[in-house]
């Protein structure tokens, strides 16, 4: 399984960025997909995910201005932000898990300034 992430760089503050996580090696249409983020010295954090049936659930810091979404015709994942916040600056990881553990793509760096 491989985890393709793209879609980050750097926006000013009110800015949007969507990110993007493409899968191979796995049937991506029966499996959750996660974003998570990384910010230097924090732990990382759960952004939001949306699971096979397409239920989507977000960190409260993010509701109301980040959308999840998938593909399964193309295998990928979604991260629409909207309203970034210099708060949002941090690494984003997608996650899937499949085949009893979880599989991460390489993470994409998103940086806000104010």
């Known amino acids: 399984v491989q985890l393709q992430a793209s879609g980050g760089g750097l926006v000013q503050a009110g800015g949007s960025l969507r990110l993007s996580c493409r899968a191979s090696?796995?049937?991506?249409?029966?499996?959750?997909i996660g974003w998570y983020r990384q910010a230097a010295g924090n732990e990382r954090e759960l952004v939001a995910d949306?699971?096979?049936?397409?239920?989507?659930n977000y960190a409260d810091s993010v509701k109301g201005r980040f959308a999840i979404s998938r593909d399964n015709v193309r295998n990928t994942g979604y991260l629409q932000m909207n309203n970034l916040k210099p708060e949002d600056t941090a690494v984003y990881y997608c996650?899937?898990?499949?085949?009893?553990?979880?599989?991460w793509g390489r993470g994409t760096l998103v940086t806000v300034s104010s």
């Open positions: 996650k899937v898990p499949a085949r009893g553990r979880d599989f």
């Open positions: 090696g796995v049937n991506f249409k029966l499996h959750p």
């Open positions: 949306i699971s096979s049936g397409g239920q989507a």
